[in-house]
């Protein structure tokens, strides 16, 4: 479809609506999008779109623009925003008029690469990852963490990365990226669907991109990208997906990739050298795939999270109890209510806090509890405390920690972030949390579902203050030991020796100041 008949399809009630958005600057946003939109590549990104119907330019128009959607592989809305509109903040109409109407005749760049300062950016020689992220949000979650951790720990092995992204939605998380490598591109792609193809214009910009950057090998932060694998296929680079699921206990996860979790699992194999992995829980999910798999845990800056002060008795307050994360119930957000409401029940003095942007499962549950009242007899104390940018502003306020996830965790890093801040853990026996949580020393672990024995520990705790502080000492040792900055660095080393045996470690153990 020619930009004249896009702009043709649009009816008069579509005009009147764009016109009432956008006032005097319409026409020349309408004109833009004809013009760069790609309808192909757009319904195949937004799978909602395509099972909506309709006008896909309009929708793009009138809805995806101001919803932050990309329009085209070949146009980063967001990127372009972020590098040249200076310190302003550019709406995403903005962007697409500018490059359009101005931008493009000047050669300004519609993909922009953003100068990294790490301290491999300056050398070379060295070898150099191209590093994929699977996505950006408003938000950092324990993917976006990470990628983070691994990145400082590629530049501390001497190996030089250039991180692809596909948006930058987030400028801070952008900044947070180019402290940590030569380079971040931005370039919209979005995730694999069985039985789709890559579009050839992502591939193609993919293709361009390595063969720029002169990168040695692709390294995937996930198992729902295909297209920078197929691309480094076509290049003879070898592929390192880093594997943070387990698809066999995350059906969301297959649904939005419409495949089997053996499907995941094979895909992956599949589009893969090197399968990293980051727990043995993971790695027994992939051990069948012939490809080999090095587990590399994820880690914690023990510098940073010995700043946070151990527990100390407070008989002014109750003890304080929190889950954190992503308040769904899959992550156990009913059991904790019900774990609440068992505390209270045994006379246990809490308070249980929830750290977490506001869900529709917390809002459900809440409505529940409210309409159910008295009939549920003794119940105990909730707090909602909202997302907490930095997790050690929540841990500084908890004395507790518990992980009642009713899905496998592949690791666990709320967990692992307890320990850090000597906070004990309580948590199910389920996924890779005993791998973390040694029991009896570290905090307690009880059967998958039984919220009777998680009250029971923490009973215990809150009746012995001198084992919640051991217990809390004992975590922050074993998250020093297991998962602090050298670990992760032999760890990643190992890995990628698989690939390139010139790969060493030979980091001094970290001092903290």
Known sequence: MTAWQAVRSLGWVHHKKGWRQHGWRYPFLCWAVAH???????????????????????????????????????????????????????????????????????????????TGSGIQAGRGGQLCLAVFAHSVGSRLYGAERSLLDALSTLEALGVATVVVVPNASNPSYLDALRRVSCSVCVMP????????????????????????????????NTLTLQAPSVVAKRLGLPVMTHVRELPAHDPALCQALNSSAQGVVAHAAAHSDLLIVNSQCTARAFQETGVP????????????????????????????????????????????????????RKGVAVECCLYGAKTPDLDDLLDQRREVGEALGSQGSIFHKGYVQDPKDALANLDIVVNLSRFQESFGR????????????????????????????????????????????????????????????????????????????????NALSRLFPAVTTNVNQTKCD
Not at 67 to 87: D, H, K
Not at 295 to 304: E, G, H, K, S
Not at 311 to 332: A, I, T
Request: proline fraction near 6%; glycine fraction near 10%; charged fraction near 15%.
């Open 414 to 493: 709320t967990v692992l972030e307890a320990m850090a801040a000597a906070r004990p853990v309580v948590a199910y026996e389920w996924g890779a949390l005993p791998e973390l949580v040694a029991h009896g020393k570290t905090g307690f672990l009880a059967p998958l579902g039984d919220v009777q024995r998680v009250a029971q520990w923490i009973e215990t705790l809150a009746n012995d203050p001198a084992l919640l502080v051991s217990m809390g000492n004992a975590g922050r040792q074993r998250a020093n030991a297991l998962f602090g900055t050298p670990a992760h660095q032999a760890a990643m080393a």
């Open 293 to 344: 798999v090095a587990v590399v845990p994820n880690t914690i800056d023990m510098c940073v999270w010995q700043a946070v002060p151990a527990f100390q008795p407070d008989v002014q307050r109750p003890l304080r109890v929190g889950l954190l994360g992503s308040l769904s119930y899959k992550k156990g957000l009913a059991d904790f209510v019900a774990l609440a409401d068992a505390l209270a």
């Open 189 to 220: 792609y979005y995730w694999w669907r069985e039985g789709e193809a890559d579009h050839p214009e992502t591939l193609a910009s993919m293709q361009s991109l390595l063969e720029a950057a002169g990168v040695n090998a692709v390294y995937v």
């Open 36 to 114: 760069l939109f790609n309808e192909q590549w757009y319904l195949q990104h937004y799978p909602d779109v395509a099972a909506g119907g309709g006008n896909a330019f309009a929708h793009c128009l009138l809805y995806g623009l101001a919803e932050g959607r990309e329009l085209a592989p070949r146009f980063s809305i967001s990127g372009y925003g972020v590098l040249y509109s200076g310190n302003q903040t550019w709406e995403p109409y903005h962007s697409v008029i500018h490059y359009w109407w101005w931008g493009r005749w000047r050669g300004l760049s519609p993909l922009p690469c953003f």
